[in-house]
């Protein structure tokens, strides 16, 4: 029986991922629980937002003139009741339960055993999934758990259907572009970079990657079905040229594949469907995706080994012939709208560069990171981003008006009139703000009582430099190493790493410029030098990579001492260390780098060395650390995670990353003051330095220096400009009695606007 529940829950996941809409995900779902499970009845009930009524949907066993007619309020009946407690119904006769309901139109009387699931997505009860049978029994743990399963498949499924209109609540539907879309649908990732935008999709496609194809109105059907043909003729040319290349070296049998693969691309076959989506509306690129996964759809769900490896072949001829067809499209064909909203399902470096400057207003990444490199380029851009989106479901919101949050990482789909005045009075006050902070670019962050505060910078990009010199930076606290690594299909050299290294210490010069060694691992691959690990992020990354590969170490060093000749302010930072050893070996490395210049006759200097406490066990040795090397640097986002037990990239439990966690500020507290204890300057680096209100009770911990994203430099200066040390002490001395994280940070809000700052801190956005 788990056997076959497991073979029934893998064809339902097969058919579900590929299914052109909601009510065929329904309606093949209740009919494969029905048959698995052997039952008489399955049916789905979901919930009507704007009725708040529990509307069947879907089902196989229950009279179908019901479906879409019949609804239960959530507190009627025991589907009401499931979605009341959120947790499944297990009764052995449903018609003796107090809650129970007869519904005359259903047919259901004859039926006595009942079990319902909640359909839940991200805390929210969706829906209801339930079976029925004539006789009086309790379902078995693993009925019950299988139900559990694909209650958890459908629950995305329903929440992507919602934004895109599939499911549509009366009364709450627009029409757009002849399709109806939920109005304030809300979908929520990991924040990116600050700022509220507000304009239309774009979807940026991968190569040859049917599954980020998104769907568009064809423009112009006969330009669409000749760029069809083009790239049809292309993909039967390529074809034929590879059969006869191998000719000579495949048996007959083998042969005949390629005669198959031109068969699929007649017109009566793959190609006549395809125009015939085109005609329809489609565009050539999203008619082709829908024929394609149809038939791979249908393949993958058959019971034969052989038929299901077709859907292998008709995946491979989708993707030959959209590669052609992306080859076809002009780039000045494309016409981009006048406030982009940039979104993929993967964003990369190179996409960004797709869009014109002047109409880029915001970027979104189904997957990825908020420490992604694409994510770094945008906080230094200045774009609002969010990452990690994992539900949006983009290929349908092409040309979509949609408003972007990037200080909390949600997008609203389809926003209504209100939330896009609230969003965009945001939008207006974030510009003014902006403008009046241009003034303090050449003042000091001094206190009114005279305590100044040094403010660096985080960079990692060349266009880094300019915009942190234009706001003021009076050095650079991380200098990532990483990223122009990250840029490349191979290890740069040390020529090209000492080219890359001088542009930042030379515009710099003579302020101090902190390069962090090679930190990779964890969520920064290297595409030429992968790290597969089951927990990356407790796992080879940092210091131990670059230990384990002293070739690599040593080639970054000499680079960097390089760079420095002739100016003198190189610092170099360790990342990831949790020991002395680690220390010292890095030490030894550092000191014969700096030996064999010296023998090549190079007047080189060993500059401070300094390392970074990211874990918690580096907390507890800053002491010694400081004994043994020039300076201390907090990485508070990985220290903070790791203390919190919570990764910061994951949208699941993004809302746990707390940074005024009060373990957290104890934790920073303590770091800097062991950190003096020594006589050692100690810095952070972090979103923390980056707040307002943080950098506030940084500085009253007694921090020699903030380093920050150069976009959120202005606000901390005027922050500090704005109050004194001693109420800053003040501050602090409150905050570290409280006990809970957002109680914390919403005091520091209310002290910030009582201190006149309230412009500085982040918004109260709407819908949060």
Same mark, same amino acid.
């Given at each position: 029986?788990?056997?076959?529940?497991?073979?029934?829950?893998?064809?339902?996941?097969?058919?579900?991922?590929?299914?052109?809409?909601?009510?065929?995900?329904?309606?093949?779902?209740?009919?494969?629980?029905?048959?698995?499970?052997?039952?008489?009845?399955?049916?789905?009930?979901?919930?009507?937002?704007?009725?708040?009524?529990?509307?069947?949907?879907?089902?196989?066993?229950?009279?179908?003139?019901?479906?879409?007619?019949?609804?239960?309020?959530?507190?009627?009946?025991?589907?009401?009741?499931?979605?009341?407690?959120?947790?499944?119904?297990?009764?052995?006769?449903?018609?003796?339960?107090?809650?129970?309901?007869?519904?005359?139109?259903?047919?259901?009387?004859?039926?006595?055993?009942?079990?319902?699931?909640?359909?839940?997505?991200?805390?929210?009860?969706?829906?209801?999934?339930?079976?029925?049978?004539?006789?009086?029994?309790?379902?078995?743990?693993?009925?019950?758990?299988?139900?559990?399963?694909?209650?958890?498949?459908?629950?995305?499924?329903?929440?992507?259907?919602?934004?895109?209109?599939?499911?549509?609540?009366?009364?709450?539907?627009?029409?757009?572009?002849?399709?109806?879309?939920?109005?304030?649908?809300?979908?929520?990732?990991?924040?990116?970079?600050?700022?509220?935008?507000?304009?239309?999709?774009?979807?940026?496609?991968?190569?040859?990657?049917?599954?980020?194809?998104?769907?568009?109105?064809? &423009?112009?059907?006969? &330009?669409?079905?000749?760029?069809?043909?083009?790239?049809?003729?292309?993909?039967?040319?390529?074809?034929?040229?590879?059969?006869?290349?191998?000719?000579?070296?495949?048996?007959?049998?083998?042969?005949?594949?390629?005669?198959?693969?031109?068969?699929?691309?007649?017109?009566?076959?793959?190609?006549?469907?395809?125009?015939?989506?085109?005609?329809?509306?489609?565009?050539?690129?999203?008619?082709?995706?829908?024929?394609?996964?149809?038939?791979?759809?249908?393949?993958?769900?058959?019971?034969?080994?052989?038929?299901?490896?077709?859907?292998?072949?008709?995946?491979?001829?989708?993707?030959?012939?959209?590669?052609?067809?992306?080859?076809?499209?002009?780039?000045?064909?494309?016409?981009?709208?006048?406030?982009?909203?940039?979104?993929?399902?993967?964003?990369?470096?190179?996409?960004?560069?797709?869009?014109?400057?002047?109409?880029?207003?915001?970027?979104?990444?189904?997957?990825?990171?908020?420490?992604?490199?694409?994510?770094?380029?945008?906080?230094?851009?200045?774009?609002?981003?969010?990452?990690?989106?994992?539900?949006?479901?983009?290929?349908?919101?092409?040309?979509?008006?949609?408003?972007?949050?990037?200080?909390?990482?949600?997008?609203?789909?389809?926003?209504?009139?209100?939330? !896009?005045?609230?969003?965009?009075?945001?939008?207006?006050?974030?510009?003014?703000?902006?403008?009046?902070?241009?003034?303090?670019?050449?003042?000091?962050?001094?206190?009114?009582?005279?305590?100044?505060?040094?403010?660096?910078?985080?960079?990692?990009?060349?266009?880094?430099?300019?915009?942190?010199?234009?706001?003021?930076?009076?050095?650079?606290?991380?200098?990532?190493?990483?990223?122009?690594?990250?840029?490349?299909?191979?290890?740069?050299?040390?020529?090209?790493?000492?080219?890359?290294?001088?542009?930042?210490?030379?515009?710099?010069?003579?302020?101090?410029?902190?390069?962090?060694?090679?930190?990779?691992?964890?969520?920064?691959?290297?595409?030429?030098?992968?790290?597969?690990?089951?927990?990356?992020?407790?796992?080879?990354?940092?210091?131990?990579?670059?230990?384990?590969?002293?070739?690599?170490?040593?080639?970054?060093?000499?680079?960097?001492?390089?760079?420095?000749?002739?100016?003198?302010?190189?610092?170099?930072?360790?990342?990831?260390?949790?020991?002395?050893?680690?220390?010292?070996?890095?030490?030894?490395?550092?000191?014969?780098?700096?030996?064999?210049?010296?023998?090549?006759?190079?007047?080189?200097?060993?500059?401070?060395?300094?390392?970074?406490?990211?874990?918690?066990?580096?907390?507890?040795?800053?002491?010694?650390?400081?004994?043994?090397?020039?300076?201390?640097?907090?990485?508070?986002?990985?220290?903070?995670?790791?203390?919190?037990?919570?990764?910061?990239?994951?949208?699941?439990?993004?809302?746990?990353?707390?940074?005024?966690?009060?373990?957290?500020?104890?934790?920073?507290?303590?770091?800097?003051?062991?950190?003096? &204890?020594?006589? !050692?300057?100690?810095?952070?680096?972090?979103?923390?330095?980056?707040?307002?209100?943080?950098?506030?009770?940084?500085?009253?911990?007694?921090?020699?220096?903030?380093?920050?994203?150069?976009?959120?430099?202005? !606000?901390?200066?005027?922050?500090?400009?704005?109050?004194?040390?001693?109420?800053?002490?003040?501050?602090?001395?409150?905050?570290?009695?409280?006990?809970?994280?957002?109680?914390?940070?919403?005091?520091?809000?209310?002290?910030?606007?009582?201190?006149?700052?309230?412009?500085?801190?982040?918004?109260?956005?709407?819908?949060?």
């Amino acid at each position: 029986m788990a056997a076959t529940m497991l073979s029934v829950l893998r064809k339902i996941v097969q058919e579900v991922s590929t299914a052109p809409d909601l009510d065929s995900v329904l309606d093949l779902t209740v009919r494969r629980i029905q048959r698995a499970m052997h039952t008489q009845v399955c049916s789905i009930y979901l919930l009507d937002t704007i009725s708040q009524r529990y509307v069947l949907m879907a089902t196989q066993g229950l009279n179908v003139e019901a479906v879409g007619q019949v609804s239960l309020s959530p507190t009627e009946g025991v589907v009401g009741l499931v979605g009341q407690r959120a947790e499944p119904l297990n009764l052995e006769d449903a018609s003796v339960h107090p809650s129970y309901i007869y519904l005359k139109s259903t047919g259901e009387e004859r039926y006595h055993a009942f079990l319902g699931v909640p359909i839940i997505h991200q805390g929210e009860v969706l829906g209801v999934l339930v079976v029925q049978q004539n006789e009086r029994r309790r379902f078995d743990e693993s009925e019950e758990a299988f139900l559990v399963t694909v209650s958890a498949q459908l629950a995305g499924v329903i929440a992507h259907a919602e934004a895109t209109g599939s499911i549509q609540p009366v009364g709450n539907n627009v029409e757009n572009g002849g399709e109806r879309f939920a109005q304030d649908r809300r979908f929520s990732g990991v924040a990116g970079a600050p700022g509220v935008a507000i304009g239309q999709v774009f979807v940026a496609t991968l190569p040859a990657d049917l599954e980020t194809v998104p769907d568009k109105p064809a &423009k112009d059907v006969d &330009k669409e079905l000749e760029r069809f043909n083009t790239a049809l003729e292309a993909v039967r040319s390529d074809i034929r040229a590879v059969s006869r290349n191998l000719a000579q070296r495949l048996r007959s049998d083998e042969q005949a594949l390629f005669d198959v693969y031109l068969r699929m691309l007649e017109d009566n076959a793959l190609a006549g469907q395809v125009a015939d989506r085109i005609r329809a509306g489609n565009w050539a690129q999203g008619a082709l995706r829908e024929v394609v996964a149809e038939h791979v759809r249908e393949f993958s769900a058959m019971d034969d080994a052989y038929l299901r490896e077709r859907a292998t072949d008709i995946r491979d001829l989708g993707r030959r012939v959209l590669s052609h067809l992306q080859e076809n499209v002009n780039s000045q064909d494309v016409e981009y709208p006048d406030k982009t909203i940039l979104v993929a399902d993967d964003l990369s470096p190179a996409m960004l560069g797709l869009v014109p400057e002047d109409k880029l207003v915001g970027l979104v990444s189904v997957s990825g990171s908020g420490n992604s490199h694409a994510a770094i380029l945008a906080r230094s851009m200045g774009i609002p981003t969010a990452m990690g989106v994992v539900d949006l479901p983009f290929t349908r919101l092409e040309g979509r008006e949609v408003i972007l949050d990037g200080y909390t990482g949600r997008v609203y789909v389809n926003p209504s009139d209100d939330l !896009k005045n609230a969003f965009g009075e945001i939008l207006r006050e974030e510009q003014m703000i902006a403008a009046g902070l241009e003034t303090l670019r050449d003042l000091p962050a001094q206190t009114t009582d005279g305590y100044r505060m040094p403010l660096w910078v985080n960079t990692g990009l060349v266009s880094d430099v300019e915009r942190s010199l234009e706001r003021g930076a009076e050095g650079i606290g991380l200098y990532r190493t990483e990223i122009p690594f990250m840029t490349r299909d191979f290890f740069p050299s040390e020529q090209e790493q000492l080219q890359i290294y001088r542009r930042q210490l030379e515009a710099f010069a003579p302020r101090p410029v902190t390069m962090r060694t090679l930190d990779v691992g964890g969520d920064k691959a290297l595409p030429y030098f992968p790290i597969e690990e089951d927990n990356p992020f407790l796992g080879w990354r940092g210091i131990r990579v670059t230990l384990d590969h002293p070739e690599i170490f040593l080639v970054q060093v000499r680079a960097m001492l390089r760079a420095a000749l002739g100016f003198g302010n190189l610092r170099i930072m360790l990342p990831m260390v949790t020991s002395m050893h680690e220390i010292e070996e890095a030490s030894k490395q550092i000191d014969r780098a700096v030996r064999e210049l010296q023998e090549e006759g190079l007047d080189v200097e060993r500059p401070p060395v300094g390392v970074m406490v990211e874990v918690p066990a580096a907390v507890y040795l800053t002491r010694r650390f400081a004994r043994k090397v020039d300076f201390i640097s907090v990485g508070s986002n990985d220290l903070t995670q790791y203390l919190l037990a919570v990764d910061r990239n994951n949208p699941r439990v993004a809302g746990l990353y707390a940074p005024y966690h009060p373990a957290v500020l104890r934790v920073l507290h303590f770091v800097a003051q062991e950190a003096r &204890k020594e006589h !050692k300057p100690v810095s952070i680096c972090g979103e923390m330095a980056a707040d307002p209100g943080g950098a506030l009770l940084l500085m009253a911990m007694g921090y020699d220096v903030l380093s920050m994203n150069s976009n959120n430099l202005p !606000k901390v200066k005027s922050a500090i400009r704005g109050t004194s040390l001693a109420k800053a002490n003040t501050l602090l001395q409150r905050v570290m009695r409280m006990d809970d994280a957002e109680a914390i940070h919403e005091y520091l809000r209310t002290s910030l606007k009582d201190m006149g700052l309230g412009n500085l801190t982040r918004p109260v956005l709407p819908g949060r």
